[in-house]
Nanobody
Framework: QVQLVESGGGLVQAGGSLRLSCAASGSIFSINAMGWYRQAPGKQRELVARITSSGSTNYADSVKGRFTISRDNAKNTVTLQMNSLKPEDTAVYYC???????????????WGQGTQVTVSS
């Protein structure tokens, strides 16, 4: 079994910063990609940022230049540094991992439980 545990959400004023972290643990052989998605009320879940095991990244256009994703492959962690936050960044943020299980050798896609980010104007 695999768990993704997120931390770092909260309430911040517009223009402020937050740092989200996610740690993957359990029966993990390798992690191909890790990322952050978000879902605002009444909207579909959308990709925020994603990083592969080789360090390649991609970002949603709405966060480019403001958010930075990074990962520690040795610790199976991914971090999202969010700067210059805007009210429209308010959402539940979910960690995601595309990984291969060490017990079944199968490839799975796992989600964290979500962490609330609220940006006040």
């Amino acid at each position: 079994q695999v768990q993704l545990v997120e931390s770092g959400g909260g309430l911040v004023q517009a223009g402020g910063s937050l740092r989200l972290s996610c740690a993957a643990s359990g029966s993990i052989f390798s992690i191909n990609a890790m990322g952050w998605y978000r879902q605002a009320p009444g909207k579909q879940r959308e990709l925020v940022a994603r990083i592969t095991s080789s360090g390649s990244t991609n970002y949603a256009d709405s966060v480019k230049g403001r958010f930075t994703i990074s990962r520690d492959n040795a610790k199976n962690t991914v971090t999202l540094q969010m700067n210059s936050l805007k009210p429209e960044d308010t959402a539940v943020y979910y960690c995601n991992a595309d990984l291969r299980s060490s017990s079944s050798w199968r490839r799975y896609n796992y989600w964290g439980q979500g962490t609330q980010v609220t940006v006040s104007s």
